[in-house]
């Protein structure tokens, strides 16, 4: 018996076909490459539904600060992290008599997002008004009081464009890109 098991192990003497290695570790390689990029979409995907979140929690608390309201303003700018007493409807930061975080502590407040920035213009009455939202990922969202559709801007810093055909107040990119620079964007 003993001579047996013997002779059935000389005869398992053969290495490890390297075919089969090199592909087991091309296949590893390959797996560990796309699931680093499968990362970092899922986390940039993430970025940008928070900076859409804002626009729906920042749209919450207009409607809700319209609901209370007793003046013919419906509706104030906001400007996230501003430290301005005097924000104006188009965020400039002066001529106006609004606090810039006032509708963040509102009745029906809401925290920004921590790195997104977040601002909402408003018309010269206080009637309507738009919200944008700069994801980390440097992407610009966009939604207003006329529609709950979450729109993107395309372009860079002072020239982005898409606004113009979004049905809102702000009618031409020009007049929003002088606003998304005094706010910052």
């Known amino acids: 018996m ?33 699931g680093s990029f499968a ?14 979140g804002d626009l729906d929690k920042a749209a919450t608390a207009e409607s809700a600060y319209a609901a209370d309201s007793t003046t013919s303003v419906n509706y104030i700018p906001y400007l996230a992290g501003s430290t301005s007493t005097t924000l104006n ?6 001529g106006g008599t609004t606090n810039a975080v006032a509708l963040q502590s ?8 921590a790195g997104d920035k977040l601002a909402v213009t408003t018309d010269a009455g206080g009637t309507q008004y738009v919200i944008f939202s700069k994801s980390q990922t ?24 898409g606004i113009s055909t979004a049905g809102t107040f702000i009618t031409t990119d020009s007049a929003m ?9």
Request: positive net charge; proline residues 2%; charged residues 15%.
């Open 138 to 161: 440097g992407k610009v969202f966009f939604r207003s009081s006329a529609s709950s559709t979450i729109g993107t801007l395309t372009g860079s810093s002072g020239s982005y464009a």
């Open 2 to 34: 003993k001579k047996f098991f013997s002779r059935f192990r000389r005869g398992e003497r053969g290495a490890t076909d390297p075919i089969l290695v090199i592909a087991a570790i091309a296949v590893s390689l390959v797996l560990l490459v796309g």
């Open 106 to 113: 509102a009745d029906v407040g809401f925290t920004p997002t």
């Open 89 to 94: 409807y188009n965020l400039a930061s002066t």
């Open 177 to 185: 890109n002088t606003i998304l620079t005094a706010a910052g964007f």
């Open 39 to 52: 990362v970092a979409g899922m986390i940039n995907n993430g970025k940008d539904l928070n900076a859409k």
